[in-house]
């Protein structure tokens, strides 16, 4: 069982609200990520990290904020949420890559299931 | 894109059959991983195979990895109904190093596996 978590695990809010996902992993890990899905669908990163005080936008263009302040620590931010941020939103780690098998593992979260009304 | 692709995007089979999924990719990797994932959850890693290699096992799982043609797959024998979920390779590029080096996911493979 991997030692990372989310919370929510669910959501459902009204248009313009501000919301802040959490996530939080007790490995130690320097690299985290948010990806977003659709149901059925392929994985999208929107934000990484790869230590303290360091964010990267993703590959798909996404209007939420991230930082990372603590290691153990990601949360996401939609300042002012909308119907199409509805998805789901999982949140990985993963340790420093030196071509090592365990440490080119990936973590992942359970996910938050956001609805936005 | 960047992202592999995979195929079947959609399996469905009896119980005690074997299930094949594959996947391609685009670019030179370290290596592949192969991830599960229940609906409505999140990733679960399943097994990784080196560049280096060409077969790995585990328990029901067997990966290949043809380098030449960019490609893998994935066998579960004697599926069981609990193998039922989305399955996911995810590629590492080699030659980048620090925060670049991210995971590459492919498109998923849906399987259902039926009684």
């Known amino acids: 069982e991997a030692d990372i978590y989310q919370t929510p695990r669910y959501l459902v809010i009204g248009t313009g609200k501000k919301i802040t996902l959490e996530c939080s992993q007790t490995?130690?890990?320097?690299?985290m990520y948010w990806y977003q899905q659709d149901p059925g669908m392929e994985l999208h990163l929107i934000h990484y990290?790869?230590?303290?005080?360091?964010?990267e936008k993703g590959d798909l263009s996404s209007e939420s904020t991230v930082s990372r302040i603590r290691t153990e620590h990601f949360p996401l931010t939609l300042e002012s949420a909308r119907p199409s941020h509805t998805s789901q939103y999982l949140c990985a780690s993963r340790s420093s890559s030196s071509g090592d098998r365990v440490a080119d593992t990936q973590y992942f979260g359970p996910g938050t299931r956001l609805t936005v009304l | 894109s960047q992202q592999g692709e995979e195929d079947p995007q959609a399996l469905s089979i009896q119980e005690g059959e074997n299930a094949t999924m594959n996947c391609s990719y685009k670019?030179?990797?370290?290596?592949l991983q192969w991830y599960r994932q229940n609906s409505g959850r999140g990733l679960v890693h399943l097994i990784l195979i080196r560049s280096n290699e060409r077969e790995k096992h585990s328990g029901r799982l067997r990966v290949t990895l043809d380098t030449s043609k960019k490609s893998s797959s994935l066998l579960i024998t004697a599926s069981r109904a609990a193998d039922t979920a989305s399955y996911f390779c995810a590629t590492l590029r080699t030659g980048v190093t620090g925060g670049g080096n991210k995971l590459t996911f492919g498109t998923g493979t849906q399987l259902k596996v039926e009684l």
């Open positions: 490995m130690g890990h320097d690299k």
């Open positions: 990290s790869y230590g303290v005080n360091s964010t």
């Open positions: 670019t030179s990797i370290n290596n």
